[in-house]
C-alpha cells in the first residue's frame, strides 16, 4: 500500500533526481529509493567509476567523430551520448553547470575538439576546489583561444581574460576596478598554448590543411610574463596566474556569486545575471548557508551542493517544479527516459540539434555570457520544439525504455485491464511521478475515456493499449508541467 | 627468434587534407597498390557530403593521378570505402563499411558489379573491411558480424568463417586482412588486440600479441602485411603506432611516425597561403606533451600516426602506413 509518507517521500526523490540529474526512469526511481535520501545525494556527489563510452569503436566508426574537428554536430554529439548513457548523472549535471558559466563555442574556435577536452576538464575537476577549477580554466586551451589569452604579453596585454575573469567566472559586476582587470590580465600574461601563432592562424584561416587538426596545448612561457608588482583587490605582489585565482577566490563576491549561480541552477530560478547587482537573490539565507560552505569547506564545491542538497530550502514545495529545465535538461532527460542508445546511430546528433532548435546549442553559446536560462528559455517556437521533440521520442513504443513504462503501467493492475482514469494516473505515476494540475489531470482523463476500459488480455487489446498509452504519454510531456524541473 | 640490423628509415609522407576535393584525402580508409605500375590507391571517405569520396590515385613520387568514383549510394558510387583488393586482371574490389557492400570497378574505373546489403546472412554483410583476393577467391572481412566470408570474384557465396568472440578462431571486430607467401591467411582481430594466422581454408593456426601497450603488445591492431621473409608489419591502431615483429611473432621494432618534412603538395600550398607559410616557420612539431593518451599524443604531435588503419608492403622493400585522421601515409624503406 502506498502511503501518505512514502508518497512524499518518492516525490522529493523525484525532485533531486531532476535537479542533481536529469530525471529518473522507474527502474532508477527504484532503487533510489532502497538507498534513502541521503545516500543517494553521497552516491550522486561522489561518483566512483567513469563511464563506459566505446571511444574506440566511435572512432572507428564514426569518422566525424575521430578527430572531434567539427564544426558541425558531431564534438556536441559525443558530449550528448555520455550526457544520454552516464550513471553518473550529477558529474555530468556539473559539466553544464560550467559550460553555461565558463561559456566557450567552437563557433570562434572553428574546432570542437578543444570545447569537448574543457568538458572533460568539468568532468574531472568540476567538484573539487574552486580555485583549482579556476586555475585549470586559465590552463584550457580553448578559454586561452576564446578569449584571446595567447595575444596577452609582457610586454602588451590583452585584458580579455582579466576582465571575465572577474565579471563573468568568479566575482560580477560591482566587486572590483578597471585597475585590478588590468592588474589581473598582467598575472596572465605568457598564458598561452603551444605553437600560439601557427595555431592562431589555422584557426583564424578556418583551415584544416595541411594535415588536419592539431590538439592545443596549454604552456606557460615564463619569458612572455611580466614580472613586475601588482595589486589586485588591494593585495601587493610579483603575482602570477595562480596568485590572482587565489585573491579572487578568498573574496567574498567570489563565495557569492559562485552560490548565486549554483541557487538559480539547481533550486529556483533567479534574474539573469547581468540584474544581480540591482536585484536581492531570491532566497538570502540560503545563499548564506553557501557563502558559508564555501568558507567552511575550503572554497569545495562539492561542500556547497551537499548543502543544497541536504537543506530544506532545496526541499520545500514551493521549490519543486519552480524552474524551467533547459533544452539539454528536457532533451537528455526524455532521451533518457526512452532507453540507451546506440553510439554508432545519429540519435545523439539529432539530440544536440533539437536542443540547438530549442535555443541551447552545446559547446556553441551565443557569447562569453552564455545562457541566462529562466523565462528566456520559453517562447513560442521553442516551446513548439520542445512539444514536438518529446512526443517524437515518447511516442516510439519500440524502445526498451518506453516499453518499460507501458509494463510499468499494466503492473499497476492486478488485472488485465483498467479505467482510463486509472491509465492516467498510471502513466503519471511512471513520468517521474509527475505532479499536475487538476486542470492537466481532467483534460488528460477526459481525453483518455474515448478508450473506456482499457484491456490486454489479448495480442489485438495489448497492441490498442500500447498505441493508447504512446498517445497519453505524449499528450502529458505536451504539457507544461513536463517543462518544469 | 632475433633480428639484428633490421631498420626502418622514414622516406617521404604522400597526402593532404582538405574538403574541397581535388588533390587530397579525407579520412582515408584503406589503400592499395598496383602492382603493374605500383599507383596507389586511396579509398577517400570525406565528410559526410564531400567532393573527396572515392579512390584517389597516386604514386610514392606524389603523382596525382585524379579520383575514382564519386559519393553517392548508386551503382559505382561509395560512402565509405573501408577495403580494397586487386585481381589478377587489376580489376579493384572496394569495400564500403556505409553500404555494407562490395563494388567492382576494372582496371580503367568502369563499374563492374556489386552485392551485398546490411545484414547477417550469407552474402550480407554489417560493416566490411579488409579485403584479401587469394587463389582467385575473394576473402572479405565482415567486421561487425565477427567472420570472414568467402566468394568468388564474380561475387558468389562460396563459405565464411568465425563468430564473436575471444577463442582461437573468433574474431572480435575484426578489420584488416593478408595472406603470406605460403597462401595463409593473417586476420587483424581487433577488439581482442591479436593477430591471427589461419589456413586458407579458416583453420586456426596462431595467434600473436595480446592486449597491452608495451612491445608486441597491442591496442585495437587494424592491420596486417606479411613480407616474403615472414616478418609482420602491424598497424597497432589504439597504440598509434607500426609495431614489426618476427616470423614467430617475436617483437623486432616499432615506430610512432616520422613525417616532419613537407611534401610536394604542402610546399605548393604554402607557397600559395603566404600568411599561413610564414606562420608554419614558427611551427613546432615535436614538444613535450602532457598526457599519456596515445590518440591525444597525436593528435598534437603532427609528426607521429594519428589512427594508423592500414599497412602496405611493396615489391621495393617498402613500407606504407596510412593514417585516417592525418589524411595522409608515411613511407619508411626496409634496410
Not at chain 1, 329 to 351: C, F, H, K, W, Y
Not at chain 1, 415 to 424: G, I, L, Q, R, W
Not at chain 2, 174 to 201: C, H, L, M
Request: net charge negative.
Amino acid at each position: 500500500m502506498t502511503t501518505v509518507s512514502n508518497k512524499q517521500d518518492l516525490a522529493l526523490m523525484a525532485h533531486l533526481l531532476r535537479r542533481a540529474g536529469f530525471g529518473a526512469t522507474p527502474a532508477e526511481l527504484d532503487r533510489a529509493m532502497s538507498l534513502g535520501y541521503d545516500a543517494m545525494v553521497d552516491e550522486l556527489l561522489n561518483p566512483d567509476h567513469d563511464d563506459n563510452v566505446p571511444f574506440d569503436k566511435i572512432r572507428r566508426w564514426r569518422k566525424d567523430y575521430s578527430d572531434l574537428r567539427g564544426p558541425g554536430g558531431a564534438p556536441g554529439g559525443i558530449w550528448m551520448y555520455r550526457l544520454i548513457m552516464t550513471d553518473t548523472p550529477l558529474r555530468e549535471k556539473m559539466c553544464l553547470f560550467w559550460h553555461r558559466l565558463f561559456a566557450t563555442g567552437h563557433t570562434k574556435l572553428i574546432q570542437g575538439r578543444p570545447v569537448v577536452r574543457q568538458i572533460d576538464m568539468f568532468r574531472k575537476h568540476g567538484m573539487g576546489s574552486f580555485d583549482n577549477i579556476l586555475v585549470e580554466l586559465s590552463k584550457d586551451p580553448a578559454m586561452i583561444m576564446w578569449l584571446d589569452n595567447q595575444d596577452n604579453h609582457a610586454t602588451n596585454i590583452n585584458e580579455n581574460y582579466g576582465r571575465e575573469i572577474l565579471e563573468l567566472f568568479s566575482m560580477g559586476v560591482g566587486n572590483y576596478t578597471e585597475d585590478d582587470i588590468k592588474e589581473t590580465a598582467r598575472a596572465f600574461t605568457g598564458w598561452s598554448i603551444v605553437n600560439p601563432i601557427y595555431n592562431s592562424i589555422k584557426m583564424n584561416n578556418n583551415v584544416m590543411r595541411p594535415f588536419g587538426y592539431l590538439s592545443w596545448q596549454f604552456q606557460y612561457n615564463d619569458d612572455d610574463h611580466d614580472h613586475g608588482e601588482k595589486t589586485i583587490l588591494g593585495e601587493t605582489g610579483n603575482w602570477n596566474g595562480e596568485d590572482a585565482v587565489r585573491i579572487i577566490c578568498k573574496n567574498e563576491a567570489t563565495a557569492r556569486f559562485l552560490a548565486r549561480h549554483l541557487y538559480h541552477f539547481f533550486v529556483a530560478d533567479e534574474p539573469p545575471v547581468p540584474a544581480w547587482p540591482m536585484v536581492e537573490p531570491r532566497d538570502p539565507e540560503a545563499i548564506d548557508a553557501l557563502v558559508n560552505a564555501y568558507f567552511e569547506s575550503g572554497h569545495d564545491v562539492k561542500s556547497m551542493l551537499e548543502t543544497i542538497f541536504k537543506s530544506d530550502f532545496f526541499k520545500a514545495e514551493s521549490v519543486r517544479y519552480a524552474r524551467i529545465k533547459s533544452p539539454a535538461e528536457m532533451v537528455v532527460g526524455t532521451m533518457r527516459l526512452a532507453g540507451s542508445i546506440d553510439p554508432l546511430s545519429n540519435e545523439a546528433n539529432q539530440a544536440v540539434d533539437a536542443c540547438a532548435n530549442m535555443g541551447q546549442s552545446l559547446l556553441r553559446p551565443p557569447s562569453v555570457e552564455g545562457w541566462q536560462g529562466g523565462t528566456d528559455w520559453i517562447n513560442t517556437g521553442a516551446y513548439v520544439e520542445r512539444v514536438n521533440f518529446a512526443g517524437k521520442i515518447l511516442k516510439n513504443t519500440d524502445k526498451s525504455g518506453i516499453r518499460d513504462l507501458i509494463n510499468r503501467v499494466k503492473a499497476k493492475s492486478t488485472s488485465s485491464t483498467m479505467s482510463s482514469d486509472e491509465f492516467v494516473d498510471s502513466c503519471l505515476e511512471v513520468l517521474g511521478p509527475l505532479e499536475v494540475t487538476e486542470g492537466t489531470s481532467r483534460g488528460l482523463k477526459d481525453y483518455a475515456s474515448k478508450y473506456g476500459d482499457l484491456s490486454w488480455s489479448d495480442e489485438a487489446s495489448s497492441t490498442e493499449f500500447d498505441k493508447a498509452a504512446g498517445s497519453i504519454l505524449q499528450l502529458i510531456v505536451s504539457g507544461h508541467e513536463y517543462q518544469m524541473a | 627468434m632475433t633480428t639484428t640490423n633490421f631498420e626502418l628509415n622514414y622516406i617521404t609522407n604522400v597526402g593532404f587534407s582538405s574538403d574541397q576535393g581535388g588533390r587530397s584525402f579525407q579520412k582515408p580508409g584503406c589503400f592499395a597498390i598496383r602492382k603493374s605500375d605500383g599507383r596507389i590507391f586511396v579509398g577517400s571517405r570525406g565528410p559526410a557530403a564531400g567532393p573527396n569520396v572515392g579512390l584517389q590515385m597516386v604514386s610514392v613520387d606524389h603523382d596525382w593521378f585524379g579520383k575514382m568514383s564519386e559519393i553517392g549510394r548508386g551503382e559505382g558510387q561509395m560512402m565509405e570505402p573501408s577495403g580494397l583488393a586487386f585481381d589478377q586482371e587489376e580489376n579493384i574490389y572496394v569495400a564500403d563499411e556505409s553500404l555494407h557492400r562490395v563494388s567492382v570497378f576494372d582496371r580503367d574505373g568502369e563499374f563492374l558489379m556489386c552485392w551485398g546489403e546490411q545484414g547477417t546472412g550469407p552474402g550480407q554483410f554489417e560493416a566490411p573491411a579488409g579485403l584479401l583476393i587469394l587463389d582467385e577467391k575473394l576473402y572479405v572481412v565482415d567486421a561487425r558480424n565477427h567472420r570472414i566470408q568467402i566468394f568468388s570474384t564474380s561475387g558468389e557465396f562460396l563459405s565464411e568463417w568465425g563468430s564473436e568472440g575471444s577463442k582461437d578462431g573468433e574474431f572480435s571486430y575484426p578489420w584488416g586482412i593478408t595472406s603470406d607467401t605460403n597462401g595463409d591467411v593473417y586476420i587483424a582481430d581487433w577488439g581482442n588486440d591479436r593477430i591471427q594466422k589461419f589456413t586458407f581454408e579458416g583453420e586456426h593456426i596462431a595467434s600473436y600479441g595480446k592486449s597491452g601497450s608495451g612491445e608486441g603488445q597491442f591496442n585495437r591492431p587494424a592491420d596486417i602485411a606479411v613480407a616474403t621473409d615472414g616478418k609482420m608489419y602491424v598497424a597497432d591502431w589504439g597504440n598509434q603506432r607500426l609495431q614489426v615483429l618476427n616470423k614467430d611473432g617475436s617483437f623486432i621494432t616499432l615506430n610512432k611516425g616520422e613525417a616532419v618534412e613537407h611534401n610536394p603538395w604542402l610546399v605548393e600550398y604554402f607557397d600559395a597561403v603566404q600568411d599561413e607559410k610564414k606562420a608554419r616557420e614558427t611551427f613546432v612539431r615535436y614538444f613535450e606533451v602532457d598526457t599519456d593518451d596515445p590518440h591525444e599524443i597525436s593528435a598534437r604531435l603532427e609528426p607521429y600516426f594519428w589512427d594508423p588503419c592500414n599497412v602496405l608492403l611493396d615489391d621495393n622493400d617498402r613500407v606504407y602506413v596510412l593514417e585516417s585522421v592525418r589524411h595522409r601515409f608515411q613511407v619508411f624503406k626496409i634496410n
